[in-house]
């Protein structure tokens, strides 16, 4: 006998009315009117179900501590650094756990069951990464969190980064993280690049670093991440976060660029809802958006997730770990509004992403992780629309956080009637 029975799906590639059977954790059939019988059947007709939601881009010790020791008043990317400064030394173990434990319980409710984290490894007690470390083991039955050895105040430039970064990998930090555009030089930022590399090729990890998080055109350090990729044989293992400056770039130089980032197989992920809000704060008018070249990217084959980036921290004072709020964003940001692009968005925050952290038994088919979400939404376009509610949220088989359906009541005619923002038929 099975475990669970979804009745009626619609799925994210189109495919509509299926059965999905649940066995022991995993997807044992995915198939229309499904003959066999169990335990619990939920039906789902009409209903969008899709893998979980996948965050490849976090920041999980600074998440939820808005307003200490005190709000961003210009609402900038370097006052929301120097306030992480401020706040770090203030830090302790159990109040980043408890802040982490509650954004790890809002993305469960909103279907988001892979989280990939940096870690600022710059205080020399690395109290963030204990703390992250044990959350990481207590949240593991219900959701993936990644851990990436990020140095904030830069690995070549603070006296300190390399020591920790490598005590942090030593403790069990899953990933080798950079910030090159943040070191003294352009030439320190390279070097760093090629320092970083070199410890995760010697320690079979992979890299995701900061890269290129500036309007400046000439902040180039993506050439060499794609560089070092390829020289230590990398491929594949490597994801550039934010690239940002690619925004401003020459057009000729990108023509060069990016066939050389598909060469070294490099992972891409843009963060639209910061991107937008922190970049181009220098200029008058026209103001660039800072968001890199998503539709480019994608067309030439590159691997391109988006990534929340912050939830109500130093540097952004909204959110809700809401993936399809990011999707929303980067759709509008990147004028993604063809019907496959609008396709491929969704596939930014699920599919996409999924491949950035390298998730295991990812997807809707039989042998899968039986990880699942039910949207009250019919397809990918309605659930970009509706930011919908999310019904149910399978981990491994068993259901971990439901929410009802939304629905309004209106009493404008003669009966109350109601509304629930679904295509009318
Ligand atoms: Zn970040």
Redesign the pocket.
């Known amino acids: 006998m099975l475990d669970i029975i979804l009745r009626g799906a619609n799925l994210p590639d189109g495919r509509e009315n299926h059965d999905i059977a649940i066995a022991d954790g995993r997807i044992a059939a995915v198939e229309p009117a499904l003959k066999a019988e169990a335990a619990r059947e939920i039906d789902v007709r009409g209903r969008l179900v899709t893998p979980p939601f996948v965050d490849a881009?976090?920041?999980m010790d600074s998440t939820l501590s808005l307003g200490r020791p005190r709000l961003n008043e210009s609402g900038t990317l370097l006052e929301g650094i120097a306030l992480w400064s401020e706040l770090k030394p203030h830090l302790e173990v159990e109040t980043i756990k408890a802040r982490a434990h509650e954004l790890c319980r809002w993305a469960i409710a909103r279907g988001s069951l892979a989280i990939r984290s940096?870690v600022d490894i710059c205080d020399d007690e690395l109290l963030a990464v204990e703390a992250l470390l044990e959350v990481k083991r207590e949240i593991g039955p219900f959701l993936d969190l990644q851990l990436v050895a990020?140095p904030q105040d830069g690995f070549l430039r603070h006296a300190t980064a390399r020591e920790n970064l490598l005590r942090a990998l030593d403790k069990g930090v899953d990933v080798v993280g950079g910030i090159p555009h943040f070191e003294r030089s352009m030439a320190e930022g390279a070097r760093s690049v090629a320092e970083l590399c070199e410890i995760a090729a010697a320690r079979g990890l992979p890299v995701d670093m900061?890269c290129d998080?500036t309007d400046d055109p000439l902040s180039r350090h993506v050439e060499s991440l794609a560089y070092e990729t390829q020289r230590l044989g990398l491929e594949g293992r490597v994801t550039g976060?934010?690239l940002t400056s690619m925004h401003s770039m020459d057009n000729y130089y990108v023509s060069k660029l990016i066939p050389l980032m598909r060469a070294a197989r490099l992972h891409v992920v843009a963060?639209p809802l910061?991107n937008i809000t922190l970049q181009g704060r220098h200029d008058s008018y026209p103001k660039r958006r800072g968001m890199t070249r998503v539709k480019e990217l994608m067309a030439a084959g590159l691997n391109l997730a988006m990534?929340h980036?912050?939830v109500m921290d130093p540097?952004y004072s909204l959110g809700s770990h809401d993936m399809l709020e990011v999707a929303h964003m980067g759709l509008h940001v990147g004028q993604m509004t063809g019907t496959a692009e609008m396709g491929a968005c969704f596939e930014a925050v699920t599919v996409n992403a999924a491949r950035v952290l390298g998730l295991e038994g990812y997807g809707i088919e039989p042998g899968c992780n039986a990880d699942l979400v039910v949207l009250q939404a019919a397809d990918p376009i309605e659930a970009l629309r509706l930011k919908p509610a999310r019904l149910h949220v399978l981990r491994r088989g068993r259901v971990i956080a439901e929410t009802p359906p939304v629905a309004a009541t209106l009493y404008t005619g003669q009966a109350p009637s109601s509304v629930d923002f679904g295509r009318p038929d």
Do not use: V
Request: aromatic share 20%; glycine share 6%.
């Open positions: 881009h976090f920041h940096h990020f900061h998080e976060s934010h963060n910061i990534g980036d912050c540097w």
